[in-house]
Nanobody
Framework: QVQLVESGGGLVQAGGSLRLSCAAS????????MGWFRQAPGNEREFVAA????????NYADSVKGRFTISRDNAKNTMYLQMNSLKPEATAVYYC??????????????????WGQGTQVTVSS
């Protein structure tokens, strides 16, 4: 499995932006579909965005469409999540994940088998 480490979280005011990074090691991520999930206290982990192995296709939760952008740089073995126009309800721990090659653009966390430790995002009102 690939090891994943998230970074870029922090405290931001509503309407602000953050860019999360997910750095991979151990294996190249170029063959893996990948995704971002988030989990707020007391809530289940929820899908945010997914991207195919070559970055050619993406999928977003309705709640973030038009404001968040998922991307990847396979040469740097890194995936990103650009978050704009942040709302307080976006406050959560954000996780990046990698899936087996036969689950592109999966929205279920059960399809992913490698996870990072998470990075906290807090949006103040």
């Amino acid at each position: 499995q690939v090891q994943l480490v998230e970074s870029g979280g922090g405290l931001v005011q509503a309407g602000g932006s953050l860019r999360l990074s997910c750095a991979a090691s151990g294996r190249t991520i170029s063959v893996y579909p990948m995704g971002w999930f988030r989990q707020a206290p007391g809530n289940e982990r929820e899908f945010v965005a997914a991207i195919t192995s070559n970055g050619g296709n993406t999928n977003y939760a309705d709640s973030v469409k038009g404001r968040f952008t998922i991307s990847r740089d396979n040469a740097k073995n890194t995936m990103y999540l650009q978050m704009n126009s942040l709302k307080p309800e976006a406050t959560a721990v954000y996780y990046c994940a990698a899936a087996p090659i036969f689950w592109p653009l999966a929205t279920s966390s059960q399809r992913y088998n490698s996870w990072g430790q998470g990075t906290q995002v807090t949006v103040s009102s």
